[in-house]
C-alpha cells in the first residue's frame, strides 16, 4: 500500500475553483492508477469523481464533473491533482484521493487499495 495525503480543499463560491493535490510516498505510485471519490454525507457510499492511469494515458470522469473538472499526475513529484472548475453547490463533499497498483480505471471503491484521509471542499451559492 501507499500511504496518500490530500490537500486543496476550503470553500469556493459557486462557479469558482479549486485545485487538489494528493502526495504519495512512494515512488511507486508513479505505477498505480489512481482514482478520486466523494462521500457528501456520512454514512453515504463514496461516489467516483475521477480516475487516471498510471502514465496518464487515459482518464475516465463521472457524468456529473465531465467538462468541469480535470484529473492529472506528476510522476516526478509522486502527485496527483483534481482541478475542480464551475464548482456548484452539489459537488459540497469530502474529497478522498486512492490508489491502486493495477493498470486498468474501475470506479468501484473496494477495487482500491490504498486512501487519502481526505479534504473538505464547500461551495457557496
Known amino acids: 500500500q501507499v500511504q496518500l495525503t490530500e490537500s486543496g480543499g476550503g470553500l469556493a463560491q459557486s462557479g469558482g475553483s479549486l485545485k487538489l493535490s494528493c502526495a504519495a510516498s512512494?515512488?511507486?505510485?508513479?505505477?498505480?492508477?489512481m482514482a478520486w471519490f466523494r462521500r457528501q454525507a456520512p454514512g453515504e457510499e463514496q461516489e467516483f469523481v475521477a480516475?487516471?492511469?498510471?502514465?496518464?494515458?487515459?482518464?475516465h470522469y463521472a457524468d456529473s464533473v465531465k467538462g468541469r473538472f480535470t484529473i492529472s499526475r506528476d510522476s516526478a513529484v509522486s502527485t496527483g491533482y483534481l482541478l475542480m472548475n464551475n464548482l456548484k453547490p452539489e459537488d459540497t463533499a469530502y474529497y478522498y484521493c486512492?490508489?491502486?497498483?493495477?493498470?486498468?480505471?474501475?470506479?468501484?471503491?473496494?477495487?482500491?487499495?490504498?486512501w487519502g484521509q481526505g479534504t473538505q471542499v464547500s461551495v457557496s451559492s
Open positions: 486512492a490508489a491502486r497498483p493495477y493498470t486498468i480505471i474501475t470506479t468501484r471503491p473496494q477495487h482500491y487499495n490504498s
Open positions: 512512494m515512488r511507486t505510485f508513479s505505477t498505480y492508477t
Open positions: 480516475a487516471i492511469t498510471w502514465n496518464g494515458g487515459m482518464t
